[in-house]
């Protein structure tokens, strides 16, 4: 079970920092993404990070403004979001799946579990 959390309103160019919790004792086997959902729009890829840590990957909009990073021992993955943009406004998805696979995925039907939304609104 995967819980959101930290979304909220800011201004452009603030930031936030979001955090996910998952239940169970094997977070450290799995692999965690970000996915975003605008309204009218399809939910999109926004980061994804390796069961370990050591491998991400952030999607080209975000690149240099968010971090994806995790902390097993605590079996909750954080996204921090700075110099946010109007752009960015969306509910924001966590989630998981067993990490198998060399890539990080950023397809929806990769992941298995998914958290509640979290909305985030930047006002301009």
């Known amino acids: 079970q995967l819980q959101a959390l930290g979304g909220g309103l800011v201004q452009a160019g603030g930031s936030l920092r979001l955090s996910c919790a998952a239940s169970?004792?094997?977070?450290?086997?799995?692999?965690m993404a970000w996915f975003r959902q605008a309204p009218g729009k399809e939910r999109e890829f926004v980061a994804a990070?390796?069961?370990?840590?050591?491998?991400?990957f952030h999607t080209d909009s975000v690149k240099g403004r968010f971090t994806i990073s995790r902390d097993n021992a605590k079996n909750t993955v954080y996204l921090q979001m700075n110099t946010l943009k109007p752009e960015d406004t969306a509910a924001y998805y966590c989630?998981?799946?067993?990490?198998?696979?060399?890539?990080?995925?950023?397809?929806?039907?990769?992941?298995?579990?998914w958290g509640q939304g979290t909305q985030v609104t930047v006002s301009s």
């Open positions: 989630a998981a799946v067993w990490d198998t696979a060399a890539a990080l995925g950023t397809r929806l039907f990769e992941y298995t579990s």
């Open positions: 169970g004792r094997t977070f450290s086997s799995y692999r």
């Open positions: 990070i390796s069961a370990g840590g050591s491998r991400v």
